[in-house]
């Protein structure tokens, strides 16, 4: 009976040691996964290609979660994981000297007093404070998301922009912010 006590500790114990290099080795093949994802848009982003970058940053954000920014819902941004955000955040602010990144919009939006009270409110003053303050809206109208302008002569915060923009309208860009808000991306 001892001997074979022994025997099940040594086979637990192997067990526990096999699931832990199977949990390794599934993180390494979600870290190649993501350099293969998020590799053209480094590329846009090192060669100074913003317009392209900012398509790319919607392509890859509404990829991570399987779905595209023309059928995105609203309870996938509310579920939208931290990962994505955080990398495409630190991918924007490394290659625009801190002028561009969702931690430069949410520390836009929160300047403002933008608060997550005030994304459950939907308050719309301050969604249309914050489109003037990031150059989404002039002469009382948001521009189109789609518009290319000299990435040098934009507001600082502007970009990424695309993926701020769906059929849903000011309920995907609250749902985004507080995303960012409860990230503490701009902290």
Known sequence: MA???????ALTERLASLT?????????????????????????????????ADAE???????????????????????????????INQL??????????FSVQEKLYRSLGGTLDTLI?????LYLAFCERVGWRHDGQLTDPEASDDPHAMPEGALPRRCWFSSYGMKITNL???RLI???LGD
Request: without cysteine.
């Open 57 to 87: 940053t919607a392509k890859v954000l509404f990829d991570s979660i399987n779905t595209t920014l023309e059928s995105v819902t609203p309870e996938e941004i509310a579920a939208f994981p931290i990962g994505p955000l955080r990398i």
């Open 176 to 178: 985004l912010m507080a």
């Open 92 to 101: 924007w602010q490394s290659h625009s000297d801190g002028k561009f990144g």
């Open 121 to 125: 409110a939907q308050d719309s003053r």
């Open 182 to 184: 409860s990230a503490g």
């Open 3 to 9: 001997a074979l006590e022994v025997g099940l500790a």
């Open 20 to 52: 832990a290099q199977v949990q390794q080795h599934q993180e390494s093949l979600g870290l190649v996964a993501d350099v293969a994802r998020y590799t053209p848009l480094l590329h846009h982003l090192a060669a100074g290609r913003f317009d392209d």
